[in-house]
């Protein structure tokens, strides 16, 4: 299984990117993780809801003007770094 899975989400208001983590004990640390990217305007922890297999996700809200699928790429690049990093300490 993957460490996660990310999307590109439209929503009436604004784009966002939601993180779906396949060990949920590890959402606040990637919350303090994805912190350092000053295109990110908020990120939020919250239950999923419907058939995503994964009982919470992180939903990253951007700021405007910001290209999502250039952001999706670096959050997932940063992410895959992340958790090879983990796997060897």
């Known amino acids: 299984m993957l460490p996660f899975r990310s999307e590109i989400r439209n ?8 993180i779906f983590l396949s060990d949920e004990s590890s959402g606040a640390k990637i919350k303090r993780h994805l912190e350092h990217f000053n295109e990110i305007e908020m990120i939020e922890i919250s239950e999923s809801i419907g058939q995503n297999r994964v009982p919470e996700n992180i939903t990253v809200f951007l700021k405007d003007d910001v290209d999502i699928n250039k952001m999706k790429q670096s959050i997932d690049s940063s992410l895959w770094w992340y958790f090879e990093e983990d796997m060897v300490d």
């Open 11 to 18: 929503s009436p208001n604004q784009q966002t990117i939601k």
